[in-house]
C-alpha cells in the first residue's frame, strides 16, 4: 500500500493550489483520511481530515480557505487551498487509515508548498 501526494509548488500570496493525494496497493477499505504539514523549524500539524462519510475537520488557521474533499471510488484525496499566505509555506503531508489485511495508518511522502511573492 502506497500514499503518493502530488500538486505542490510555488504560488503568490493569495494564490490557490489543489493537493492530490493517491492511495494505490491491495486496499480493501479505506477510513479517516487526512492532510499534515510541516514548516521549517516547526512540528508537524494537522491541517484536514475527512472520514469516509464525509465528515471534516478543519485547523482554525485554514477555515474558510481550504478545503478537503475525497474520492472513495479512486481511493483519492484532495486539499483545495485558496487564499494562500506565506505561513502556508511547509511541506504537506497525506495519510489515511486503510485496510489491507488489518487497518493501519499511512503517510504519504510530501509535497512542498510554498507560498511568497
Known amino acids: 500500500v502506497q500514499l503518493q501526494a502530488s500538486g505542490g509548488g510555488l504560488v503568490q500570496p493569495g494564490g490557490s493550489l489543489r493537493l492530490s493525494c493517491a492511495a494505490s496497493g491491495s486496499i480493501s477499505s479505506i477510513n479517516g483520511m487526512g492532510w499534515y504539514r510541516q514548516a521549517p523549524g516547526k512540528e508537524r500539524e494537522l491541517v484536514a481530515t475527512?472520514?469516509?462519510?464525509?465528515?471534516?475537520n478543519y485547523a482554525d488557521s485554514v477555515k474558510g480557505r481550504f478545503t478537503i474533499s475525497r474520492d472513495n471510488a479512486k481511493n483519492m484525496l484532495y486539499l483545495q487551498m485558496s487564499s494562500l499566505k506565506p505561513e502556508d509555506t511547509a511541506i504537506y503531508y497525506c495519510?489515511?487509515?486503510?485496510?489491507?489485511?488489518?487497518?493501519?495508518?499511512?503517510w504519504g511522502q510530501g509535497t512542498q508548498v510554498t507560498v511568497s511573492s
Open positions: 495519510n489515511a487509515i486503510i485496510a489491507s489485511g488489518s487497518f493501519r495508518l499511512y
Open positions: 475527512e472520514t469516509r462519510g464525509g465528515s471534516t
